[in-house]
C-alpha cells in the first residue's frame, strides 16, 4: 500500500530566502506524485505533477520538485520566498491499486510562513 | 475560477436541517469527489464517482448522501448533522487519477 509524509507541519523562510517543503513516499510500484497548494479559505490548486517523465517537474509560481527513487522523495523548492508563497501544500502520490483502480492518498500538509 | 464550482461558500445549519451542497464542473472530467477537510487532520476522502456510479465509500456515516446526477454535476445531502460535521467540504473533479485533480473553492459548513 502507498503511502506519503510530509515532514514538518510548519515551515518558516524569510523572503528571498529557498524554500524546501519535504515529501517522502512509499509506494510498491513507480508512482504519480503531486504538489498542492492552498490558500486561505480556498480548495487546493495543482502546483506541479511527476508522471515517469523528467525527473526534475517545473511547476507554476516559480516552484519544482525533484523525483529521488532512491530516497523516496519529492521535496518541493523554490529559489526564492516570496510573501504571496504563504500557504499550505499538499504532497499527494497516486498508485495502482490490485483491482486495477488508482488509489490517490494526500499527506497531512505543510504550512508555509514567509517572513518579511 | 477553477473550473470546478462549489455552492454555497458558506452555510451555517441546525442539527435538525436539511442542506445540498452542490459541485459542477465543466472541463469534461470522468470522476468528481468530495473531501472532508478539518481542522488540524489529514483530508479525508468520502466519495468517489466515476462515469456517475460510486465507486468508492469511506465508512462515511448515512447524514452524508451523495448523488450524481450527471458527469458533470455532484451534489452532498445532508441531514441531522453533528457539531463534528463543521468542516470545510471540498469537491474535485479529474480525468483520471494521474492527470491530478481539479479542486472547488469549498463549502465551510458550521453545525450549530
Known amino acids: 500500500a502507498q503511502s506519503v509524509t510530509q515532514l514538518g507541519s510548519h515551515v518558516s523562510v524569510s523572503e528571498g530566502a529557498l524554500v524546501l517543503l519535504r515529501c517522502n513516499y512509499s509506494?510498491?510500484?513507480?508512482?504519480?506524485l503531486f504538489w498542492y497548494v492552498q490558500y486561505p479559505n480556498q480548495g487546493l490548486q495543482l502546483l506541479l505533477k511527476y508522471t515517469s517523465a523528467a525527473t526534475l517537474v517545473k511547476g507554476i509560481n516559480g516552484f519544482e520538485a525533484e523525483f529521488k527513487k532512491s530516497e523516496t522523495s519529492f521535496h518541493l523548492t523554490k529559489p526564492s520566498a516570496h510573501m504571496s508563497d504563504a500557504a499550505e501544500y499538499f504532497c499527494a502520490v497516486s498508485a495502482p491499486t490490485a483491482s486495477g483502480t488508482y488509489k490517490y492518498i494526500f499527506g497531512t500538509g505543510t504550512r508555509l510562513k514567509v517572513l518579511a | 475560477e477553477t473550473g470546478v464550482t462549489q455552492t454555497p461558500r458558506h452555510l451555517v445549519m441546525g442539527m435538525t436541517n436539511k442542506k445540498s451542497l452542490k459541485c459542477e464542473q465543466h472541463?469534461?472530467?470522468?470522476?468528481m469527489y468530495w473531501y472532508k477537510q478539518s481542522a488540524k487532520k489529514p483530508l479525508e476522502l468520502m466519495f468517489v464517482?466515476?462515469?456517475?456510479?460510486?465507486?468508492e465509500n469511506n465508512s462515511v456515516p448515512s447524514r452524508f448522501s451523495p448523488e450524481c446526477p450527471n458527469s458533470s454535476h455532484l451534489f452532498l445531502h445532508l441531514h441531522t448533522l453533528q457539531p463534528e460535521d463543521s468542516a470545510l467540504y471540498l469537491c474535485?473533479?479529474?480525468?483520471?487519477?494521474?492527470?491530478?485533480?481539479?479542486f472547488g473553492s469549498g463549502t465551510r459548513l458550521t453545525v450549530v
Open positions: 509506494s510498491s510500484v513507480p508512482p504519480y
Open positions: 474535485a473533479s479529474s480525468q483520471s487519477s494521474n492527470y491530478g485533480y481539479t
Open positions: 472541463l469534461g472530467h470522468n470522476a
Open positions: 464517482y466515476s462515469l456517475e456510479e460510486r465507486v
